[in-house]
């Protein structure tokens, strides 16, 4: 898994971590704008990491997006997430052409 990513500009950490909790509720992922991290729970399988990757990748792009009001709306990032994930990993191809691109 990467360990940093830029989103809008701005470079997020990425760290997976043993345990997520928010008020006792176990999470998958976390995004925390202020101090631009993205934490991603060690207690998921690969794919489910990569998947919740991509959720809170779109979290963060929300918000430095200056969508503040909606990029903690689940009914919104969530559906983005789901199919962004699927694009991505079912047209490997896609991802050569930003490969392309740089060279």
């Known amino acids: 898994m990467v360990s940093k990513l ?6 997020y950490a990425v760290e997976i ?9 176990a999470l998958w992922g976390y995004t925390d704008y202020p101090k631009t991290k993205i934490k991603i729970s ?19 792009a929300m918000h430095e ?3 503040d009001e909606q990029c903690n709306d689940e009914k919104i990032v969530n559906p983005l997430g789901l199919v ?7 047209n490997p191809e896609l991802l050569e ?7």
């Open 6 to 11: 830029k989103i809008g500009g701005i470079i």
């Open 17 to 25: 971590v043993k345990r997520l909790e928010d008020e006792s509720q």
């Open 42 to 60: 060690k207690g998921i399988n690969k794919q489910k990491q990569i998947q919740t990757l991509i959720h809170e990748i779109v979290h963060a």
């Open 65 to 67: 997006a200056g969508l």
């Open 84 to 90: 962004l994930y699927q694009v991505l990993n079912d």
């Open 97 to 103: 052409q930003f490969t392309d691109v740089k060279s």
